[in-house]
């Protein structure tokens, strides 16, 4: 994928179909001169056994009828391990699932992260049942926008409403250049 946060694009939507209430997104940046990137999506969605644990980073594995490969998660652990840095995934049925991927951002290989703004607007926009929590964070500051705040903020407005997602979206990229000081 060209951008990080079409990996975290993808791999939320495989927590909206694990049928997860809250997906938490977070991503930190820290390390030396800054440039280790660390991206979570952890989710309370159905998990996974181990048998689809041990084969979820295989391309030719799929749990999904519709097609016979799943590139997701496969494709996004190795655009961490091409930079050097690191991916694991924890799951349990009926707990959820945690997906980590640790990038070094010096390294000519890191792709970038994207317009995760944009991301996280869509998966609020499309899924107003499923509550969202995104965190950016930098050493000890930190910017957290989540879902169950916006609707009391909102008074009812639907997240979905495009007024709403466009605020949304400024919201997050603002505060998001605030803590990291440049786009990743």
Do not use: H
């Amino acid at each position: 994928m060209q951008e990080l946060s079409l990996n975290i694009l993808d791999i939320a939507q495989n927590s909206v179909v694990a049928a997860a209430s809250l997906i938490e997104i977070d991503i930190a940046v820290y390390g030396e001169n800054n440039k280790m990137l660390s991206i979570t999506i952890k989710d309370n969605g159905k998990g996974m056994d181990r048998q689809t644990l041990e084969n979820v980073t295989n391309p030719f594995f799929t749990s999904r009828t519709t097609r016979k490969v799943g590139l997701g998660i496969p494709l996004f652990k190795m655009a961490a391990e091409q930079t050097g840095g690191s991916f694991d995934i924890q799951s349990a049925v009926g707990v959820g699932t945690t997906v980590k991927a640790v990038f070094d951002t010096s390294n000519i290989d890191c792709t970038p992260l994207g317009d995760i703004w944009d991301t996280v607007a869509i998966l609020i926009q499309m899924n107003e049942d499923i509550d969202f929590v995104y965190t950016a964070s930098r050493g000890e500051e930190s910017f957290v926008c989540d879902t169950r705040q916006l609707k009391e903020i909102m008074e009812g407005a639907p997240l979905s409403d495009p007024m709403v997602v466009r605020w949304i979206k400024e919201f997050i990229e603002e505060n998001q250049f605030e803590i990291f000081k440049r786009r990743y």
